[in-house]
T-cell receptor, first 112, second 114 residues
Framework: DTAVSQTPKYLVTQMGNDKSIKCEQN?????MYWYKQDSKKFLKIMFS???????INETVPNRFSPKSPDKAHLNLHINSLELGDSAVYFC???????????FGQGTRLTVV | GENVEQHPSTLSVQEGDSAVIKCTYS??????FPWYKQELGKGPQLIID?????GEKKDQRIAVTLNKTAKHFSLHITETQPEDSAVYFC?????????????FGQGTILTVHP
């Protein structure tokens, strides 16, 4: 019974395309996050939502637009994909304050 | 903002030995310090955490220590096993207007040789 699930797991697409990644958590947490892991394994936060409200937007290009239809879901839409967007994107959730954040399995995005 | 430095970047030990990974943080307002283990092709998994009102925490073979004055914290793994091989990340959270944002260290690749 997966706690934080993301789809798809792999995504290969051409430059200039628009794509979405979906995330769902069944832990009843109030806060959800998107993190980006680059080729050197460095993990950096992109966005955080608390009860559907955006609370962190970490200087991410506005081609990235998160959407939270309810507190169990946080999707990430990316417009006009660029080569530099290639990375692994992780969704996470926590009860608040980052405490005990649970991560999904990741979405490996490759832009060609 | 918060900055977390993690050392070493790679660590190779023999099965049964101990492994120690160290992190320093910059924001004295940070009050929550988790450690994550990431296996190949998987997401980071929380293995232990510590809050700033505690100096040490243990869970079976793993322990974390925190020195608030020096702003550093460490992960200790005893009696290492091959299945401990993974990338380990420290993180810090809680300072100021962080709203639960985790700032991660650069990661340590731990290899345990049988």
């Amino acid at each position: 019974d997966t706690a934080v699930s993301q789809t798809p797991k792999y995504l290969v697409t051409q430059m200039g395309n628009d794509k979405s990644i979906k995330c769902e958590q069944n832990l009843g947490h109030d806060t959800m996050y998107w993190y980006k892991q680059d080729s050197k394994k460095f993990l950096k936060i992109m966005f955080s939502y608390n009860n559907k409200e955006l609370i962190i937007n970490e200087t991410v290009p506005n081609r990235f637009s998160p959407k939270s239809p309810d507190k169990a879901h946080l999707n990430l839409h990316i417009n006009s994909l660029e080569l530099g967007d290639s990375a692994v994107y992780f969704c996470a959730s926590s009860q608040g304050g980052g405490l005990g954040a649970f991560f999904g399995q990741g979405t490996r995005l490759t832009v060609v | 903002g918060e900055n977390v430095e993690q050392h070493p970047s790679t660590l190779s030990v023999q099965e049964g030995d101990s492994a120690v990974i160290k992190c320093t943080y910059s924001d004295s307002a940070s009050n929550y310090f988790p450690w994550y283990k990431q296996e190949l092709g998987k997401g980071p998994q929380l293995i232990i955490d510590i809050r700033s009102n505690v100096g040490e925490k243990k869970d079976q073979r793993i322990a974390v220590t925190l020195n608030k004055t020096a702003k550093h914290f460490s992960l200790h793994i005893t009696e290492t096993q091959p299945e401990d091989s993974a990338v380990y990340f420290c993180a810090a959270s809680g300072g100021g207007t962080s709203y639960g944002k985790l700032t991660f260290g650069q990661g340590t690749i731990l290899t345990v040789h049988p």
